[in-house]
């Protein structure tokens, strides 16, 4: 039975790649073309495989719904949580985990960092669009006309003399995050905050959400918070893995954090 179902499985893939007929399906498995058929059927009675008009095969609608409800199902920052928590532990700053929703970017999680400064930021907060480093992300990951769209309407107050100041200079910005992958805010929205960000994508490639790591100048410099980057960047491929079915694939090794230093009383501090 097991037999069975593994070649039943290994159709799929291969349809996925364009309809075949009968003979090219048994030649891929390896059986006589009785036995392919018979896969073949109780595929299509499932609604898994299509037979077209010309005898081909195809993959069938009720696979593409099944991916969807399975999509819809998934809990991005349930998934993400112990990894955020993981890299909080790793570099002590705080790190947050955003989404967008009806061109709107908020938080929904939050780790806090184990220094005496913190972020004073809350899960469920909007984020300020034209500056943060993750709505950059989750923005940059629209399609070029909506892109645009959203940037003639949107306000871009001068929160510091770095933030960006119109339509132009944030499509610009979107750009160069589109092509490399992740974003900063390097003091963008409060002068002595900074920010490094990273993409949380799904099966289809995707931008999902978006996490980031943010701490006080007064704790580390741009470049110290930068050097944490390549850190960021696995963790966030570690989500990706697990958010879209991957997770058996090995992520790359994590440095290891120091040790953390004595909890003095906590001063908060705004963030975007």
């Given at each position: ?6 070649r ?8 996925a ?8 399906v ?9 036995t ?6 109780t595929?299509h009675e499932?609604?898994l495989?299509?037979?077209?008009q010309?005898?081909r095969?195809r993959l ?5 719904a ?10 991005v ?16 700053h705080?790190?947050?985990l955003a989404v ?9 999680d939050?780790v806090e960092s184990?220094y005496?400064?913190?972020m ?6 909007p984020?300020a ?6 709505a ?16 003639e ?5 001068m929160?510091?003399?770095r933030?960006?100041?119109?339509a132009a ?13 992740w ?15 990273a993409?949380v ?9 978006a ?16 050097a944490?980057?390549?850190l ?16 058996h ?9 120091p040790?953390?230093p ?11």
């Amino acid at each position: 039975m097991s037999q069975t179902v593994d070649r039943a499985l290994s159709i799929l893939p291969l349809l996925a790649q364009g309809p075949a007929d009968l003979g090219q399906v048994a030649a891929r498995l390896g059986v006589h073309k009785s036995t392919a058929l018979r896969l073949l059927r109780t595929l299509h009675e499932h609604g898994l495989v299509y037979r077209q008009q010309d005898q081909r095969y195809r993959l069938g609608a009720r696979l593409f719904a099944l991916a969807q409800e399975a999509v819809e199902s998934l809990d991005v920052r349930e998934i993400a949580h112990q990894h955020l928590v993981a890299l909080g532990e790793q570099c002590g700053h705080t790190v947050h985990l955003a989404v967008i929703e009806d061109s709107e970017v908020l938080y929904i999680d939050k780790v806090e960092s184990r220094y005496p400064v913190r972020m004073y930021s809350r899960i469920g907060k909007p984020v300020a669009v034209t500056v943060a480093a993750v709505a950059k992300l989750l923005i940059a990951d629209l399609s070029e006309a909506e892109r645009r769209a959203l940037a003639e309407r949107l306000d871009f107050p001068m929160y510091t003399p770095r933030s960006i100041p119109n339509a132009a200079a944030f499509l610009k910005e979107l750009a160069t995050v589109r092509e490399q992958g992740w974003a900063t805010d390097l003091g963008g929205h409060e002068e002595s905050i900074n920010c490094i960000g990273a993409p949380v994508r799904g099966a289809d490639g995707r931008v999902v959400a978006a996490m980031s790591v943010s701490a006080p100048n007064v704790v580390v410099t741009a470049d110290e918070l930068l050097a944490l980057l390549p850190l960021l960047r696995r963790t966030a491929d570690a989500i990706s893995r697990e958010y879209s079915g991957n997770a058996h694939q090995p992520a790359a090794p994590a440095p290891v954090a120091p040790p953390a230093p004595p909890a003095p009383p906590v001063l908060q501090k705004e963030i975007s």
